[in-house]
Antibody
Framework: QVQLVQSGAEVKKPGSSVKVSCQAS????????VSWVRQAPGQGLEWVGA????????NYAQNIRDRVTISADESTTTVYLELSGLRFEDTAVYYC???????????????WGRGTLVIVSS | EIVMTQSPATQSASPGERATLSCRAS??????LAWYQQKSGQVPRLLIY???TRATGVPARFSGSGSGTEFTLTISSLQSEDFAVYYC?????????FGQGTKVEIK
């Protein structure tokens, strides 16, 4: 049974960068696309971007694409989200989420990590 | 970018009542529409995909319908565990986008 294990909470200064990881415990992402979804305190869900191992492609939300990079290690057991130029409004819980079925390019998500809280504070 | 608009923002209902949640897409999403439930302090849970297919383990009281740009999530008889926030999400176009959510609260 694959579980998504995310890295711990981070506190960062405005303008700095953060890198959050998501490890597939008990398996690999293999051919499953992985998305990152964030949720600011008391707010709704916001799709940030996705990585598709089978296509080797990434896609990003328009409002963040110039500051975000999603990558994976060679074995595709861990996927990373790196966000640069941090702003106060980037404060959120960042979830990784795996596609329901393999061989896609990020569709809908049935397996979620527990989230990583990123706080941007001066 | 496809904008997803959910209504109402909050729905108050009593256990046993029917709840009807709406989701409208700014463009046709070709039934590539998913619904999620999120309870307070928990991660989202996939309920429906393909506009009307229940995910594994989702009770039959949850049903999805609609096509094109107009979609509905219906909870036929609310149980205590159904009071939560519900989100729709389209996966027809990049970027993927979520609605802002509908909170179903106890009347």
């Amino acid at each position: 049974q694959v579980q998504l294990v995310q890295s711990g909470a981070e506190v960062k200064k405005p303008g700095s960068s953060v890198k959050v990881s998501c490890q597939a415990s008990g398996g690999t992402f293999n051919t499953y696309a992985v998305s990152w979804v964030r949720q600011a305190p008391g707010q709704g869900l916001e799709w940030v971007g996705a990585f598709s191992p089978i296509f080797g492609t990434t896609n990003y939300a328009q409002n963040i694409r110039d500051r975000v990079t999603i990558s994976a290690d060679e074995s595709t057991t861990t996927v990373y989200l790196e966000l640069s130029g941090l702003r106060f409004e980037d404060t959120a819980v960042y979830y990784c989420a795996r596609d329901h079925i393999p061989a896609g390019a990020s569709r809908y998500f049935d397996l979620w990590g527990r989230g990583t809280l990123v706080i941007v504070s001066s | 970018e496809i904008v997803m608009t959910q209504s109402p923002a909050t729905q108050s209902a009593s256990p046993g009542e029917r709840a009807t949640l709406s989701c409208r897409a700014s463009h046709n999403v070709n039934n590539k529409l998913a619904w999620y439930q999120q309870k307070s302090g928990q991660v989202p849970r996939l309920l429906i995909y393909g506009a009307s297919t229940r995910a594994t383990g989702v009770p039959a009281r949850f049903s999805g319908s609609g096509s094109g740009t107009e979609f509905t999530l219906t909870i036929s008889s609310l149980q205590s565990e159904d009071f939560a926030v519900y989100y729709c999400q389209q996966y027809d176009n990049w970027p993927r986008t979520f609605g802002q959510g509908t909170k179903v609260e106890i009347k």
